[in-house]
């Protein structure tokens, strides 16, 4: 990224920009957003056209909006998400607790499952038990890389509210698999 603050890119204003200026905000912002995208799609690819088709979208557009940080999250959102529905696939985040118990009860009777499977399947479940906000946060970085200025500038949170969710969240799961622990103390 660049070391120009969100600030500097937030303040310009879209109804006079020159296409440097639009290049500067595109190199700026179209990494993170990308990766926000490919939290939703899970498919590299797809959050680079998302990204770039509204890009595309906002130089054509005769709205500029007034909030162009919130409006970018906003709009790569919402895109992301109609092509999750256009490509019929629905994010973990949206199935109901009765489908995923469904899903869960289907995939045993396919096969015998490992002990790692079945680990795998305690800390879903035991992850998906955080609060909606620390499971996001946990998941932005344990799972999707995002650093903790990227999560706190995303969220728009503190830096210091990011590590504290996640400190939050590792004493949750460490509390939730302490059996896990305690069986392969006595297994070894």
């Given at each position: 990224?660049?070391?120009?603050?969100?600030s500097?890119?937030?303040?310009?204003?879209?109804?006079?920009?020159?296409?440097?200026?639009?290049?500067?905000?595109?190199?700026?912002?179209?990494?993170?957003?990308?990766?926000?995208?490919?939290?939703y799609?899970?498919?590299?690819?797809?959050?680079?056209?998302?990204?770039?088709d509204?890009f595309v979208?906002?130089?054509?557009?005769?709205?500029?909006?007034?909030?162009l940080?919130?409006?970018?999250?906003?709009a790569?959102?919402?895109?992301?998400?109609?092509?999750?529905?256009?490509?019929?696939?629905?994010p973990?985040?949206y199935?109901?607790?009765?489908?995923?118990?469904?899903?869960?009860?289907?995939?045993?009777?396919?096969?015998?499952?490992?002990?790692?499977?079945?680990?795998l399947?305690?800390?879903?479940?035991?992850?998906a038990?955080?609060?909606?906000?620390?499971?996001l946060?946990?998941?932005?970085?344990?799972?999707?890389g995002?650093?903790?200025?990227?999560?706190?500038?995303?969220?728009?949170?503190?830096?210091?509210?990011?590590?504290?969710?996640?400190?939050?969240?590792?004493?949750?799961?460490?509390?939730?698999?302490?059996?896990?622990?305690?069986?392969?103390?006595?297994?070894?």
């Open positions: 990224m660049s070391s120009k603050r969100d500097d890119f937030t303040e310009i204003t879209l109804d006079q920009l020159d296409l440097s200026q639009f290049e500067l905000i595109y190199k700026h912002w179209n990494a993170l957003l990308q990766r926000y995208s490919e939290y799609v899970r498919d590299h690819e797809a959050s680079r056209s998302i990204v770039n509204l979208q906002l130089w054509f557009s005769k709205h500029k909006p007034d909030n940080k919130g409006y970018l999250f906003r790569v959102k919402n895109a992301s998400l109609n092509y999750l529905r256009k490509q019929g696939n629905v973990l985040s199935v109901v607790e009765d489908e995923l118990r469904d899903l869960s009860d289907l995939s045993m009777q396919e096969g015998a499952t490992s002990n790692e499977s079945d680990k399947q305690f800390l879903q479940r035991v992850i038990e955080l609060p909606q906000r620390r499971q946060v946990f998941r932005l970085y344990r799972l999707e995002f650093s903790y200025a990227e999560i706190a500038e995303l969220l728009q949170i503190s830096v210091r509210t990011v590590e504290d969710h996640l400190a939050k969240s590792m004493e949750f799961i460490h509390a939730r698999a302490k059996h896990l622990i305690d069986a392969n103390l006595t297994e070894a």
